[in-house]
């Protein structure tokens, strides 16, 4: 089974900076598109960024280009975010996912991916 275990979740200003980490297991996680998404309270699962295998391309929702960065270790099987400028509307629970088929990409729909059960985020205004 894949198994995702996300860590660094907290509090942060706005404005400020906080960066999450996810660990893999299950899986050959060089081979495979990992990523993250995020909940708020009330809101639908929502796309924020993943990265394809052999890390050359990234792929970002539009409400935080420019903000976050998605990297990996393949060494490491983790995969992180780093989210600057934070904003009061990132407040969520974020999830790190890995995509279910290894070494293709072609969605950010929800139900293809493997999930992580979350680390909550909470910024400040």
């Known amino acids: 089974q894949v198994i995702l275990t996300e860590s660094g979740g907290g509090l942060a200003q706005t404005g400020g900076s906080l960066a999450l980490s996810c660990l893999a297991s299950g899986l050959d996680f060089f081979r495979y598109t990992v990523g993250w998404f995020r909940q708020a309270p009330g809101k639908e699962r929502e796309f924020i960024a993943t990265?394809?295998?052999?890390?050359?391309?990234?792929n970002y929702a539009g409400a935080v280009k420019g903000r976050f960065t998605v990297s990996r270790d393949d060494p490491e099987h983790s995969v992180y975010l780093q989210m600057n400028a934070l904003k009061s509307e990132d407040t969520a629970v974020y999830y790190c996912v890995a995509y279910k088929w290894p070494e293709t990409y072609g969605s950010t729909a929800p139900e293809d991916y493997d999930w992580g059960r979350g680390t909550q985020v909470i910024v400040a205004l």
């Open positions: 990265i394809r295998w052999g890390g050359e391309v990234t």
